[in-house]
């Protein structure tokens, strides 16, 4: 078990913790659902780490968030109805407004006792998504939001992403960074010679840029039309170059082109724990593309990155849920990590997280 | 986490128990499967609170409830042949009689161990039912046989209510109770102002009145045929009148309509717990409605009728398996109950019942 | 809760071992998987009570056997291609030779920390499968090695027997030594006498010698066939003689017809453990039958053979997890065993097997 040692402010004595028991830190606005499966009128059900959440949009005003549960029986309030800002619960009609208090009861009398509120959640809207800060909101408005530029620059077309993963989020921030990994996905993108060219790290914070040359196969058409032009050059020819980031607890990939200097390919993924255990997380990134000169080219052969980014992402899936299946068999993190690029993220991912109940 | 100081007997020290891990107390006689179920000269597998009971109809004599394991290996006994009085073990034709005693090994040789027999349950058969008697065995004879009139008088029509659900048993008795839960039933019933009349409680008993108006929407077919008569007023004009009553561990619901004094609707309901945990029940009930003056009227609208209580009875099923839901995510009962009647209901559960292994 | 004292070598405390919480003695030689399920130039996953085994058949040279993981990112090397005498891992392609060593990670630098290899298994291959030795290599060569001559003798027919049944190896040798049992198979093969001539036992093996006779019934094809002569005769008059055989962890059964010194029918069984706590096995077996004087006549009637051994085999199957469920329930050993023979073999499984972890 490869394990930690860092040192607790308020000790001296070290902790040990194990990557794969390390909890995302609840003080970051994190992304819990897309923007469009909150109809207006409607409660939905998101999770962040084992924490049931509601997002209600009502008719009018902006999106709440509050514990998914009713103060008096623990059902679902997200099994509700919306009534302008309130939602009501669905089995004895306890009334809740955006802030969680108890606004009615059709039964209550004199004398009974005071019914109680839920939790709210601090919430926003942006880039297409619905997002709750987990932790102390007392740090929500100052907390950092995520400045996404290229989603909602028309330089760019952008593929949302969106899937549920039976794995820990740091298998998935150690999939995307470590790109030594092609020989995964040798079927679909042939022979690609990976080289590190760097590898950084600072507080919260680790990056690696690489650039690539061409084994053997052929370029596929998905990957080139990702990428923007055609015809990859042998290694030692090639101007292309990617940098891969975790900024806590984000994640980014861009690639620049033949020594250019704003991104062909411009990538950021947030991985959020479902359960308690954080044993499963729902992935969800934002895939711009910068368009080429042609105009509606990108369009036109967009079908074909769908499938392209679909496959790799099928396989990548299929191997990190085997990883997590070998995490759950030995019971500890027993991975023997020698790349430098992936000791700094692991270092990262324990620092900034939090331990989980055991 | 609500809970209940109890005085134990034997010391002055209280204890704590959560409702939602309080066992039924097995010194009362059960209902745990239809007559039906068990066919002459055979065997059928029942259970109660994780004890696994078969029920043996001889093609003469009453049925006997055994243990449900042979003594030998373990194996089911219902899995076995009936054999006159007796049931062999399909495994290897241990033999037993309805005391449970080993009469017969087809191999045994004198010198070999003694075999042992299996454990007899008081068996009964009335009202439909096959009832067992889970607890003290000496305690059987003496032990209250619920009285059940409407169901066997021809003035009523009974429909048998049975259905396997994934809940503790005190959620189905707040639920039934609790009657300010209409609005889960508000597409089925439309809007109904419920009024509490009366909450009374003693040893082992709690019980409430209720009376209804509507506020809403249009009375539903199936509720008028179920009540006895159409139209009901608005909330200060009418007379109806609704008994509901947890007399440990049955529960039964009278609704009487216009003032009358028998009931037009007598329910009756056992909510028999099949794991040892008793997150699941299988609630056996007994539907009687009184017939209108019109001969066979209420059997041309029984489809009606059945229809109608099988939409409210998914409803319920639906709210009190999120409920053990909630419970089970939460790890204890977290309800804020607040209902008079409930609180009354919550107190006689908890006291009547035992605690359940941790 | 029947369990057994055993002087450990160490100390004079007694220890108890519930013989359903023995495991498998791994100091022998396991088949565990057919020889043809491993393809050439193809890895193939095998399992050993939770041990995760990977079973590689190079294009040229014997199968060799390795730890089913990467020692790099855990996930198992059977999902990775097989080159050479090699097998490369899927996921970032460090490859190990037959003797566990990692012999390639294609980004290795000079300076980052040295992989590490991966447990080899001695590996065999005989009989049609693929065997290895999971306990500790060094007894590897000097192990017996299961003799098993019928069934490469051209006078019988084999089949073999490969199934994967919910319960612990103990449940599968007393369920073929128990002859008694034929009462599970009444509707296969009629009423059967058993009559058990004599038990013996000794250090690692326990054995049994039965003779029948036909109580009830008519004799089933199936088994004329299998025990090669029709018209078994009422029980005073047969000769026929069938022994069973435990000699750990292996088991055998022989059948001799009227008096023969040849066995009819040879049936030689091993249970595989599959998981870490032994609640399910592998069955793998060879029916060697032995041929009639009439050429092709046994194979004319191997169908009805299959048939009959199969259906034979889904009672005991159906029965055995029947016992497991049961055990599983009553979380120990509650037999109540009064046969000599079964009550030697018990004694056998546990002073030959080790303590499972808790």
Known sequence: MLTLEIEQASTTAPVQR?????????????????????ACGKAHAARFAGAEIVLVRPEQ?????????????????????????RIKCGYHCWTFDRTGACVGVPYYKKGMERPRGVRPYPAREAHGFIWVFPGDPALAEAAPFPQLSSCSDPAYKTRFLDREIGCHYSFMHENLMDMNHQFLHRRLMGGIKTICLDARSGPGWAEVDYTFGRDSGKQPLGEALIIGRHGVKSADQVKDFMTIRTEY????????????????????????????????????????????????????????????????????????????????RQGADANLEIFPAIRNLRRVLIEEGVALPA
């Open 249 to 328: 607890p984000y994640q980014s990939l861009k690639f620049y082109t033949d020594g250019g200097s704003v991104p062909a390919l411009d990538l950021w993924n947030c991985y959020i724990p479902l359960d308690a255990e954080q044993r499963r997380n729902r992935t969800f990134g934002l895939l711009s593309v910068r368009r080429p000169p042609i105009p509606f080219l990108l369009d036109a052969f967009w079908p074909v990155i769908v499938w392209f980014t679909n496959a790799i992402f099928t396989e990548d899936r299929w191997i990190v849920e085997l990883e997590q299946a070998a995490f759950d």
């Open 61 to 85: 005003g902006p999106v709440f968030a509050l514990e998914d549960r009713c103060a008096h029986r623990q059902v679902p309030l997200s099994r509700g109805v919306v009534d302008g800002e």
């Open 18 to 38: 194990d990557i794969r028991r390390t909890g995302l830190h609840p003080d970051y606005w994190y992304p819990v659902a897309r923007s469009r499966e909150v």
